[in-house]
């Protein structure tokens, strides 16, 4: 059980270039989030999915795009980086609200994007 | 609009000392609050979850208690170890996607 997964872990883009972020989770999970970490502003939630096939915008949105077209998969994609959008970018995942203790969040290990 | 504090931002305790962390927060409609552990270069463990209905939730050395009232958690770490060494972070939970975190106490236990 690996719990969330990330790939890349590190990765430097230029201005202008896109990619995709990918997150895996094993657990089952319906819920899944992307959030950015920038210094001094905490976590911030980008794009989040109630279950397969649906997305929706969080907090700062703009400037990325997210597909869930598998239960277990979470893509975020930038389609033309941005200096501004240089952090440390964690997805999560949970359960449905069914329970004691199912709005635990499950965190992967982060990606580190710079973008010059 | 919700927003969470932490404070102090960082702190600094001899090793066996026992000490508490802060989160506050503006508004007490909250469904949940987490703890989280964040170790240098790495992602969020989950250290505590407490219940909008609870008040104290327990873990080994951890206890982490909430107080809607007031608008306070409280973060308490006993006996506090180097391995402690870390950020720790407060999440709000006011809904299916609604998690609100606070920017953080940075914990160093000296030796």
């Known amino acids: 059980n690996a719990g969330v997964t990330q790939t890349p872990k590190f990765r430097v883009l230029k201005t202008g270039q896109s990619m995709t972020l990918l997150c895996a989770q094993d657990m089952n999970h319906e819920y899944m989030y992307w959030y950015r970490q920038d210094p001094g502003m905490g976590l911030r939630l980008i794009h989040y999915?109630?279950?397969?096939?649906?997305?929706a915008k969080g907090e700062v949105p703009d400037g990325y795009n997210v597909s869930r077209l598998k239960k277990q998969n979470f893509l975020l994609g930038l389609e033309s980086a941005a200096p501004s959008q240089t952090s440390v970018y964690f997805c999560?995942?949970?359960?449905?609200?069914?329970?004691?203790?199912?709005?635990?969040?499950?965190f992967g290990p982060g990606t580190r994007l710079t973008v010059t | 609009k919700q927003e969470v504090t932490q404070i102090p931002a960082a702190l600094s305790v001899p090793e066996g000392e026992n000490l508490v962390l802060n989160c506050s927060f503006t508004?007490?409609?909250?469904?949940?609050l987490q703890w989280f552990r964040q170790d240098p270069g790495k992602g969020l463990t989950s250290l505590l979850l407490i219940q909008s209905s609870q008040r104290e939730q327990t873990s080994g050395r951890l206890n982490a208690s909430l107080d809607k009232s007031s608008g306070r958690s409280t973060l308490y770490i006993a006996a506090s170890q180097p391995g402690d060494s870390a950020t720790y972070l407060c999440a709000l939970i006011s809904g299916t996607y609604k998690y609100i975190f606070g920017t953080g106490t940075r914990l160093k236990v000296l030796a």
């Open positions: 999915s109630v279950g397969e096939g649906t997305t």
């Open positions: 508004d007490s409609a909250i469904y949940n």
């Open positions: 999560a995942s949970r359960n449905l609200n069914s329970g004691a203790g199912d709005y635990e969040q499950y």
